[in-house]
């Protein structure tokens, strides 16, 4: 890949699938901030890698290791949601470890975030045999305490990026979706999504590539 070109999922599931190892999983992080699309991209590309290159992957999604509503709820803390401190960073930093680290064939299981419950559910996913895993999630990259850690198990990190007003509208629509008033979704917008964003944009330079989705593909903004 290199900076200014214009990629679809296929080219990008074809060069990750070159980079892995033969003795263990390779793990891909894709980091950018809450609407960017990583979601997406990363269901497409394990998707793509698994038909079209014929190597095994799955997806690990951060979102899975959400603190449960009843514990923001002990601490006052459920209006704010999504921020870094409401995630179980130990727990998320041990599972990537093992899955990382445990052989091929052995299971490891993943939890998921579940919009509807709005709640994390535990082992939903499980790996066994797949060579790659795709990790999404908005904060690999943060070099905060407990999140540092985390770059140290990904093999490499992508950075998914967008522009405000994209993430914005984005972000209304699925609060709508999910039950909100217009009222609420802008407050939790303002109050939080949109300061989360600018924390991740901070992170941006960490990222191996950066990319920007276009027409149904990606610019590569940046390679290091």
């Avoid at 979601?39 to 979102?63: H, K, R, V, Y």
């Amino acid at each position: 890949m290199r900076a200014g070109s214009v990629v679809s999922v296929t080219e990008l599931a074809v060069w990750v699938s070159a980079r892995v190892p033969g003795e263990r999983r390779y793990v891909l992080g894709i980091a950018g901030p809450p609407a960017a699309g990583k979601s997406t991209l990363s269901q497409n590309l394990a998707a793509f890698i698994t038909t079209a290159c014929g190597i095994g992957a799955e997806i690990a999604p951060m979102d899975g290791f959400h603190r449960t509503s009843a514990e923001l709820d002990a601490v006052g803390a459920r209006h704010r949601k999504g921020e870094p401190d409401t995630f179980d960073v130990a727990g998320f930093v041990n599972r990537l470890k093992l899955l990382r680290e445990s052989p091929l064939g052995a299971r490891v299981g993943w939890p998921i975030y579940d919009r509807e419950l709005h709640d994390p559910v535990p082992d939903a996913i499980t790996f066994t045999d797949e060579r790659i895993a795709v990790v999404e999630g908005n904060y690999l990259l943060l070099d905060d305490p407990g999140w540092a850690e985390v770059r140290s198990h990904l093999d490499e990190v992508w950075y998914l990026d967008a522009e405000e007003g994209v993430i914005e509208q984005r972000l209304t629509d699925r609060h709508l979706l999910g039950g909100k008033t217009i009222e609420q979704a802008q407050s939790k917008i303002a109050d939080s999504d949109m300061p989360n964003a600018r924390l991740i944009a901070h992170t941006r330079d960490r990222a191996g590539v950066v990319l920007r989705a276009t027409s149904g593909s990606y610019l590569i903004c940046e390679v290091r």
